[in-house]
């Protein structure tokens, strides 16, 4: 810092807190500090940092970063913590053993709050480190903040978004064990009985190879065949098929079209999350949009809060959920 500060005719203060993005330096003069400090190679020593500060500005993330949802939440946070002048440090559960452990390494880093993306609270037991911030459909832990979507309103979409189409028998395949997949499975049987349409729950998983494993089961058991050997015995069979999230609907997607069944000529297949799998023109598959932009700046923005009052009283906030249609789902009477 006493070069660059030297380099900039300004004081070693200065530069400091043009680095830490103080208001009280002017905009220019912090971008002017800026530009010097990485044209000459400055890199800033945050364990230092943090050694000095009564009260890091830094958050905590955890989350399963090989779910492409939880992974989306994380790098949208990134970007807002750093718009914001705070730090975030994103552990991976599946690394650490598990969200516990994962919640306790971040606490020796001095985080000044947690988030918890969506935790299966089965590995959690009574501990020190504990999240101020869930993104998930409930939270056991008393005090935190709540950012769940719309499971209710996304499911409804699409179930009458099927019925439209013709389909009135569904095949749903369950997520994991935890709190997300029987919110969402309540969800979907709701939704089903008030659209009119029979659905039959089938445990599944929220990995590709679940939804291969599961999709291969189905075809074994006959209740998927390509419509062109389709008998009497077949009428009565599912024609759509609805998955946990896209990367449990990308696997089936794959075991159906190895095993000769065409999607979405033979049978209808929805995802839920609208990743980028969804997105893909590879699978272009019919998702449920869960607003991964505006749950990430709520998260951020709670915590950022409880860094300032942590007396605050736990709050709620929902974000709607939108259905965006693709190729994947076409008319029953079609196929």
């Given at each position: 810092m006493?070069?660059v500060a030297?380099?900039?005719g300004?004081?070693i203060?200065?530069?400091s807190?043009a680095?830490?993005?103080d208001?009280?330096i002017?905009p220019e003069?912090?971008?002017?500090i800026?530009?010097?400090a990485?044209?000459m190679?400055?890199s800033?020593?945050?364990?230092?940092t943090?050694l000095?500060?009564d009260?890091a500005r830094?958050?905590?993330v955890v989350g399963?970063?090989?779910?492409?949802?939880?992974?989306e939440?994380v790098?949208?946070?990134h970007?807002i913590?750093?718009?914001e002048?705070?730090q975030?440090?994103s552990q991976d559960a599946?690394?650490?053993?598990?969200y516990e452990?994962?919640?306790?390494?971040?606490?020796?880093l001095?985080v000044?709050?947690?988030i918890?993306?969506?935790?299966s609270f089965?590995d959690?037991?009574?501990s020190?480190a504990?999240?101020?911030?869930?993104?998930?459909q409930?939270?056991?832990?008393d005090?935190?903040?709540?950012v769940?979507?719309s499971n209710?309103?996304?499911?409804?979409k699409?179930?009458?978004?099927?019925?439209?189409?013709g389909?009135?028998q569904v095949?749903?395949l369950?997520?994991p064990?935890?709190i997300?997949a029987?919110?969402r499975?309540d969800s979907m049987r709701?939704?089903?009985?008030r659209?009119?349409v029979e659905v039959?729950v089938?445990?599944?998983?929220?990995?590709?190879?679940?939804?291969?494993?599961?999709g291969?089961?189905?075809?074994e058991?006959?209740?998927f065949?390509p419509?062109?050997a389709?008998?009497s015995?077949?009428q009565?069979?599912?024609?759509a098929l609805?998955?946990?999230?896209d990367?449990?609907a990308q696997?089936?997607?794959?075991?159906?079209?190895r095993?000769?069944i065409s999607?979405p000529h033979?049978?209808?297949?929805?995802?839920?999350d609208?990743?980028?799998?969804?997105?893909?023109k590879?699978?272009?598959?019919t998702s449920?949009d869960?607003?991964?932009n505006?749950?990430s700046?709520?998260?951020?923005n709670?915590?950022?809060e409880?860094?300032?009052?942590?007396e605050?009283s736990p709050?709620v906030?929902?974000?709607p959920?939108?259905?965006?249609?693709?190729?994947?789902t076409?008319?029953?009477?079609q196929?």
């Amino acid at each position: 810092m006493r070069d660059v500060a030297e380099k900039a005719g300004v004081s070693i203060s200065t530069v400091s807190l043009a680095l830490r993005n103080d208001e009280r330096i002017t905009p220019e003069t912090r971008k002017e500090i800026h530009d010097l400090a990485n044209k000459m190679g400055y890199s800033r020593d945050i364990a230092g940092t943090l050694l000095r500060m009564d009260k890091a500005r830094i958050i905590g993330v955890v989350g399963q970063l090989n779910q492409e949802l939880h992974s989306e939440y994380v790098a949208r946070m990134h970007e807002i913590a750093s718009e914001e002048s705070f730090q975030l440090i994103s552990q991976d559960a599946n690394v650490y053993g598990g969200y516990e452990a994962a919640f306790n390494r971040l606490m020796q880093l001095r985080v000044s709050n947690l988030i918890a993306v969506n935790p299966s609270f089965l590995d959690i037991e009574v501990s020190s480190a504990i999240p101020s911030v869930v993104i998930g459909q409930a939270s056991p832990f008393d005090g935190a903040d709540l950012v769940r979507s719309s499971n209710e309103q996304g499911m409804l979409k699409l179930v009458d978004h099927l019925v439209n189409l013709g389909h009135r028998q569904v095949l749903y395949l369950d997520g994991p064990a935890g709190i997300s997949a029987p919110c969402r499975r309540d969800s979907m049987r709701n939704a089903a009985t008030r659209c009119g349409v029979e659905v039959t729950v089938v445990p599944s998983g929220n990995t590709m190879d679940d939804g291969f494993r599961v999709g291969n089961e189905l075809v074994e058991r006959g209740l998927f065949v390509p419509r062109s050997a389709a008998t009497s015995s077949t009428q009565n069979s599912p024609t759509a098929l609805v998955c946990y999230n896209d990367q449990c609907a990308q696997g089936a997607i794959i075991a159906l079209n190895r095993s000769g069944i065409s999607v979405p000529h033979d049978v209808s297949v929805a995802g839920f999350d609208n990743s980028s799998i969804a997105q893909s023109k590879a699978f272009d598959l019919t998702s449920v949009d869960r607003g991964v932009n505006e749950v990430s700046a709520l998260a951020i923005n709670l915590a950022i809060e409880r860094h300032e009052y942590p007396e605050l009283s736990p709050r709620v906030r929902e974000v709607p959920t939108t259905l965006v249609v693709r190729s994947s789902t076409a008319p029953a009477t079609q196929r």
